[in-house]
């Protein structure tokens, strides 16, 4: 909830699993659903509606090098669902690719 500057409310549902695909390769789907109130839609889109707002999914692919490092390489996508919100922005469907490492200790 945004009481300051939106005075709305942001509510997202998601979830994720992981599938273990060899020894030290695992692969995790994740995805969300993103709902905005009015308030929250006219501050972010200039539209004031109640909207699904976004659709965000991943896959991550994990490599377990050792017991203290591991590697990783991912996409994500994220989109706009609700057609107004979609015509209110530039480019309303978006796709990153990531990479990263992990050191435990």
């Known amino acids: 909830w945004d009481f300051v500057e939106a005075d709305g409310v942001y509510a ?3 979830g994720s699993h992981t599938l273990d695909l060899a020894e030290a390769w695992s692969l ?3 995805s969300s659903v ?3 109130s009015s308030g929250m839609t006219g501050f972010n889109y200039g539209v004031n509606q109640d909207a699904f707002s976004d659709l965000y999914a991943t896959a ?3 490599w377990t090098v050792d017991e203290v490092v591991g590697l990783n390489a ?3 996508w994220a ?3 609700d057609s ?3 015509d209110a922005v530039e480019e309303a ?3 990153t690719l990531t990479f990263g490492a992990t050191v435990g200790f």
């Open 12 to 14: 997202t549902l998601g």
């Open 84 to 86: 107004e919100l979609r």
């Open 60 to 62: 991550t692919l994990a």
């Open 28 to 30: 995790t789907l994740a």
């Open 74 to 76: 991912g996409v994500a």
């Open 34 to 36: 993103g709902w905005m």
């Open 93 to 95: 469907d978006n796709a």
């Open 79 to 81: 989109s706009v669902l």
